[in-house]
C-alpha cells in the first residue's frame, strides 16, 4: 500500500472493510495508516456521513470497535453514538465506550433522551442499571429525565422499577405521566416495594393520605385484596387520615370483605360523611344492598343520621325505592318513622305515596298513628284505612266493609294510573332513536318548523316508519303519527314557498329573511301564498 495516498481513498476503504465486517483488513489499515493523513479514524465518511467508529457500532462489532478506540477513534464526535449502541443491545460495545470516556450523560438534540432512556424504554435491565452506576451521584434526574420510572412500570419491569424508585428525588415522586402518577402505576402493576419506597420520599402526610385513597380506590375496582391489604398497612404506618369515598366506593359495589378490611383497619369510620353528605349506610340504601346495610349497622351506623344536602333519613331512602326488607331492617335498629321531613311531611306520608302496602302495613304495625299524617287525595287516606282495619280491626265490620267497598275505592287510582302509564311512555321515547341522535321523544316535544326540516331527510321518514310504535306507545301512537304527517307536509309546503318566494322580483329579501316569514305562517297561510302565485302566473291549478 502507498504511503500517500488520499484521504478520501483510505477512508473509503477502511469504512468498506467495517462495513463488511473485515476485521483483518481493518486491523492491517490501522496499522498501515498514510503518514500524510493526520487523524483518518476520526474523519466523516463523505459517503456515510458518520465516523469510521460509529459505522462499527452500528454493525455490532466489538472487535472493529475495539481496533478503533485502541488507535485512537474519539467516542463523542457524533452525539447518538451511545444510544445506537444501546439500542442494539450490546452491553459489551457499551461498556467499551465508557471506558474510553463516551458521555452517559450526552443529550440527543432531536429528542432530549440520553443512552439510559433508550435502555428503560427498551427493556434492558442489566443495561439500565450499567449506565445508572456510570452516574454522577446515581441519579437520573442529573440529566432531566423524570419519566424513566413510569416507564419502567408500563414495561412491567419490577427490577427496574424498584432501583429507580429507590434514586428519584422526593420532588420527582408526583410527576405525572399522561396522567398517572409513579404510585399509580405501580399498584395497577402490585409492585409492593415499589410502592413503599415511593410512600417513603412523601413527606406531607396530607399528600401520602391522598395517594394512598387514589390507589385504594384502583386496588378495590381491581379487586386487589392484597394490594388493599398492603395500602392499609402503609396507611397505618403513615397515620393516614380518615376518608370514607373508598369506604363508600367499595360499600357501593357490594365487596363485604373489602368494606370490613377497611373498617377495621380504621381507614374509614363508619358514621362519617362523604364529600356528597352520605353516610356509609345511606349508600348501602341507595344501593339497595340488604346484606351491605347490615354490616354498616353491625358495625355503629347511625339509623337516623340525615343526608346533608336534603334532611332525609335512610329510611326515606327506603321507602322511596319500595325496599321493604332494608325498611323492615332500619324499624328494627330503631330508626324513627313519625317525624317529619323536609317538605313538612312524615315518612308515613311516603309510604302511602309510594303505594307499598307491605312498607305501609310495617310502619301502622309499629304504631304509627295515622291522624299525623297529611293525606293528598283519598287514594293514601284509604290505603291507610284498610292497612289499619285489617291490623286493628280483625274480622270486625269495619274490615268487612272495607273490604266490600274496596273495588270503588280502586277507582281513586285510575286516573294515577293512566298518568303513570303516560309518563312511563314519554320517558322511554327518549331511548328510541329515529335516526343518528333523533328520538321519538324530540318527534313530540320539537316545535312544528324543526320537524318540518328534518322530515325532508328520508333516514328521518324511513326511520320513523321502521318502529313499532303502536305497539310499544299505545297512548301516544295516535299523537305520534299526526306529528309525523304534520311535519311531512309542512316540509313539503316549506319547500315549495321557499322557491317561489325565492323567484319573486320585487321581494328581494336574503334568505334567512324569507325563511323566517315562511316558518311564521301557519298551513292555510302558506296554501293561500302558493295559490297566489299559482293565480299571478296564470295557472287554474296548484298543488298547494
Known sequence: MGRNRSEYDYLTELVNAINYNQEEHVKYLLETIPVNLT?????????????PLFLAVDNENVRIVKMLLEKGADPNIEENTLHVAVSRGSLEIVELLVSYGIDVNRVLKSSGKTALHVAVKTNQTEMAIFLLGCKDENSPSKINEKMLLHMALRNCNRRLSLILAKLIPSSDVDLLDNGFTALHLAVERRYIEVIKEL???????????????????????????????????????????????????????????????????????????????????????????????????????DVDAYCKPNKQTSLYYAIAQGHYKIAKLLLENGAKFDTWVCDCSTLMDHALFSGSEPITRLFIERGAAVNLFRFEDGEEAHLAIKILAEVIFKDSNMLKMVKSNWDDIQECTKHREYYNHCVQELTKMRDVKIFNNVTLQDLMVKNLNQLATLSRNEEFITGFLRIEYTQSFPIYSEILLSKFNQARVRGELLVKAKDEFARLKKFALPAICAQTVLENLDEGELKNFLRGICHCKGEHTCDG
Open 199 to 301: 410512600i417513603k420520599k412523601k413527606d406531607n402526610v396530607n399528600r401520602i393520605s391522598s395517594e394512598i385513597v387514589d390507589q385504594l380506590h384502583i386496588a378495590i375496582k381491581n379487586k386487589d385484596r392484597n394490594m388493599i391489604q398492603q395500602l392499609v398497612g402503609i396507611g397505618t404506618e403513615k397515620n393516614v387520615s380518615d376518608d370514607v369515598s373508598a369506604l363508600h366506593y367499595a360499600i357501593n359495589q357490594g365487596y363485604e370483605d373489602i368494606v370490613t378490611l377497611l373498617l377495621d383497619n380504621g381507614v374509614a369510620t363508619i358514621k362519617n360523611y362523604n364529600m356528597h353528605g352520605l353516610t356509609a349506610l345511606h349508600v348501602a340504601v341507595l344501593s339497595q344492598n340488604l346484606d351491605m346495610a347490615k354490616l354498616c349497622i353491625s358495625y355503629g351506623a
Open 39 to 51: 487523524d483518518p479514524v476520526n474523519a466523516i465518511d463523505p459517503t456515510w456521513g458518520r465516523t
